[in-house]
């Protein structure tokens, strides 16, 4: 497969997933503001930033919902908004249109030609909504229809690695600022866990216990361990000889070290320091991502997704 088919896809995957995961942290955020009068807007909207990893223009003083909205919504030129997820997705999808399936094209072209240009906030939750359905019938679409060789293994790589990252992103909700995070039921059911994680534990949510399956369930796929294990799978599938032949799979080893450290601790320590062991989860998805980069697309330049978007 040549580089450039096999890094469209990747990122394809990637900005599908984080459509996804960027919906589903605004819809917890926001709905906490709403529930909880007594929270200082500002500070919890700078810490969503924070969390998301977006940069806030200078010169706001006061944030509110309606800033993060625009910002993190449909701000075309944010790439930490959805809107910029999904027309990247899109233009990816554009570039490896050879190998890209009709169904697979008309869901990503329709879904960004749907965008709307303002968000206005009690349409918020119709909107996150939306692009949860639309993201879900894009992946359902290469799942139904798309051969498992290397095209769907780096696909499914990209979503993976976005996917841990995501979840992680989500869990550092938990705290904040200095405003207490969403609950433990309304994280997991904003991951789609909450009756999974009832058939498992057959109770109401506790911290220690809803932390274990959003980190540590090897069934559930929003979980961090088994996002983390799918792509250690699909790149022991791409690249079969790594680690054998006097090469390392530099990937596969910051993978799996963060893997062994979140199995390994005890869960009360993580939950003690858990910004700092998602940022870390962060951090390793990264450099996977970068490993990944150098090791199937390699290039002259670092390619830019921001000004080829028309």
Known sequence: MLARIAESLFWIGRYIERSDGTARILDVHLQLLLEDPWIDEDTACRALLTVIGAIPDEGVERMGREYVLEQLGVAHVNTSSIAFSIRAAREN??????????????????????????LQGEK??????????RAALAVGVVEASTSRDEAW??????????????????????ALAEAPGP????????CGAYEPYLRTYRG????????????????????IIFSISMAEQCMSAIDPVA????????????????RNELEYTP??????SLNDYMEEVQIVTREASEAIGRRFFPSQAEPSWIGEIS
Not at 204 to 223: H, T, Y
Not at 267 to 272: F, M, S
């Open 183 to 190: 609950s433990w039921t309304t994280l997991l059911r904003s």
């Open 153 to 174: 293994q780096f696909f499914t790589l990209g979503r993976a690695i976005e996917r841990a990252d995501m979840t992680a992103r989500l869990l550092a909700t938990r």
């Open 267 to 272: 869960i009360d320590r993580i939950l003690g």
């Open 93 to 118: 999808a554009r570039r490896a249109r050879e190998i890209v399936s009709t169904e697979l094209w008309e869901c990503l072209n329709t879904t960004s030609a749907r965008l709307p240009r303002r």
């Open 124 to 133: 918020s939750h119709e909107f996150f909504k939306w692009v949860r359905e």
């Open 243 to 258: 680690d054998r032949v006097g090469h390392s799979n530099a990937g596969l080893r910051a993978l799996g070290k963060i």
């Open 204 to 223: 109401m949510p506790s911290a220690v216990n809803a932390a274990e399956f959003l980190l540590l369930d090897r069934l559930f796929p929003r979980s």
